[in-house]
């Protein structure tokens, strides 16, 4: 049998969709992803961005990456471990630590390689990783790199988490949910997880990729939210969400930290975070800082689509985010969706199986501080019509 056999039917696939006029991925952009952004050459609203707070466009953000190059080139040409550790890294891993108010922390080129190295370094032979089953798939991905074992809980259900803790008891483990859930909007039930940790000796470990810059009264996320800072052992996040740039971090004692820093791989053999990148983080987090109304506006525009889709009748399930899921229920329905919201000058993402359970088709829609009354209002008239015209509501 030939290797490649199995290719020619993602080819066919792809191209009856195309043909179709369905074909809703690798869409071009052909400006900055702001509340509005021109994709295919056609002007939009754009309401399937992660950039919640706005600042991927903001020119202190820019000027800093600029002047970042200016100094520092374009490429530090090799991993930090051995020729390409800025002091602009140190910089942002001290802002880092202080922000998330712990004792240390460490940057990643991606997102998605932190997860891998911050578990697979951590997680050794014998030790236990408890997730949930809706945790996105770089924690998945980590634990699948690590020589330890793996349980699943059913999302949310912490009288399941109690069961696989009550039956690991003489295990060293690991807790690790995301904070605010990816797909859905919802947040973890970080209280009771916090009760149940403390309960079976078990460590917790959060990842606060949408939540940052989005939870907390200073943006500091889930723990912050919650008033469970303390509480939390490490602290994952990306910077490509509210934090305008590529990369990402892990926080938590010195120690932790310390010893990820020199078993990580995902780290040790990546190149390092290009200095503008790095520049660009340190800038959002003193915009963050310095303009709590950022998360305030978010919020407002957050609860104000959240109760206009579900008074048009939509199913937006338990979201309580700025990440705000319509269920359809039917993969080409999605597609239909999508597309004729594009038409009409609307922008959202359309999520099919595998990504979420057969008959969990989703429009996922995502809100920004900068989204003006106008452009959701425009938003909410677009999916009435739309909604309608396929059948949904």
Not at 110 to 132: A, C, K, P
Request: aromatic content about 8%; glycine content about 10%.
């Amino acid at each position: 049998m030939d290797l490649f056999e199995k290719c020619a039917k993602a080819t066919e696939y792809e191209l009856g969709l195309k043909q179709s006029g369905h074909y809703l991925f690798f869409r071009k952009f052909n400006s900055p992803q702001d509340s509005e952004s021109v994709v295919n050459g056609k002007r939009v609203i754009m309401i399937g961005s992660n950039n919640y707070l706005g600042l991927a466009n903001h020119p202190r953000v820019k000027e800093a990456a600029i002047k970042a190059i200016e100094k520092y080139g374009t490429g530090c040409s090799g991993s930090r471990f051995l020729n390409g550790n800025l002091d602009i890294h140190e910089e942002l891993e001290n802002k880092l630590a202080t922000f998330f108010r712990k004792e240390a922390a460490l940057v990643f080129s991606t997102g998605y390689q932190t997860n891998l190295g911050t578990i697979s370094s951590l997680i050794e032979r014998n030790d236990i990783v408890i997730m949930d089953k809706g945790d996105h798939a770089s924690i998945i991905d980590g634990c699948r790199l690590s020589f330890g074992k793996v349980h699943k809980f059913r999302h949310n259900d912490m009288d399941d988490l109690e069961r696989l803790l009550d039956a690991t008891k003489v295990h060293h483990k690991l807790i690790i949910v995301d904070g605010v859930f990816s797909m859905d909007g919802d947040l973890a039930d970080l209280p009771n997880i916090v009760r149940l940790a403390k309960a079976y000796g078990a460590k917790i470990m959060v990842d606060d990729a949408h939540a940052i810059g989005v939870l907390g009264k200073g943006g500091r996320g889930t723990a912050e939210h919650f008033g469970l800072e303390s509480e939390v052992d490490i602290i994952m996040g990306t910077f490509s969400k509210s934090l305008a740039a590529i990369g990402g971090f892990v926080a938590g004692r010195a120690d932790v930290i310390c010893w990820i820093k020199h078993l990580a791989r995902s780290m040790i053999f990546s190149a390092a975070l290009p200095s503008c990148l790095v520049a660009s983080v340190s800038t959002a987090l003193d915009i963050i800082k310095e303009q709590p109304e950022l998360i305030a506006r978010l919020w407002r525009n957050t609860n104000k689509m959240l109760s206009g889709l579900k008074s048009l009748g939509y199913d937006t399930g338990m979201s309580e985010t700025p990440i705000i899921p319509i269920f359809v229920g039917d993969t080409m329905k999605t597609y239909q969706m999508c597309k004729l919201l594009y038409d009409n000058g609307v922008f959202v993402n359309p999520v099919i199986s595998p990504a979420v359970p057969a008959g969990r088709e989703l429009l996922r829609t995502s809100y920004m501080a900068t989204h003006t009354e106008k452009q959701l209002d425009t938003a909410l008239a677009g999916f009435e019509k739309v909604g309608k015209q396929v059948g949904v509501i």
